[in-house]
Nanobody
Framework: QVQLVESGGGLVQPGGSLTLSCEASGFPFSSEVMRWYRQAPGKERELVASISNLHRTHYAESVTDRFTISRDNAKRTIYLQMSSLKPEDTAVYFC???????WGQGIQVTVSA
């Protein structure tokens, strides 16, 4: 069955770093465009970063130069390395398989002193 399982979230202080992982199963992964979205309380879900099957990446302007998306096809996993975190990065982060339309369950990231 299709699964996207996020891990690595939690509480971090402003200026800190965190790496999210998303392990996929149940569908062809290496050809899939994978994305990270986030949704803060009271706000719409927004695209954070995207990586194509050719490892081309795209970032939201608000996270450029702070976040890095990557993928390991052998492990069927994507990553989101987040650094210089700000309180406004606080949100539930979701993994998304764009071509298939699959979503993970989401994982909380809280940036607070």
């Amino acid at each position: 069955q299709v699964q996207l399982v996020e891990s690595g979230g939690g509480l971090v202080q402003p200026g800190g770093s965190l790496t999210l992982s998303c392990e996929a199963s149940g569908f062809p992964f290496s050809s899939e465009v994978m994305r990270w979205y986030r949704q803060a309380p009271g706000k719409e879900r927004e695209l954070v970063a995207s990586i194509s099957n050719l490892h081309r990446t795209h970032y939201a302007e608000s996270v450029t130069d702070r976040f890095t998306i990557s993928r390991d096809n052998a492990k069927r996993t994507i990553y989101l390395q987040m650094s210089s975190l700000k309180p406004e990065d606080t949100a539930v982060y979701f993994c998304h398989a764009w071509l298939k339309g699959y979503w993970g369950q989401g994982i909380q990231v809280t940036v607070s002193a």
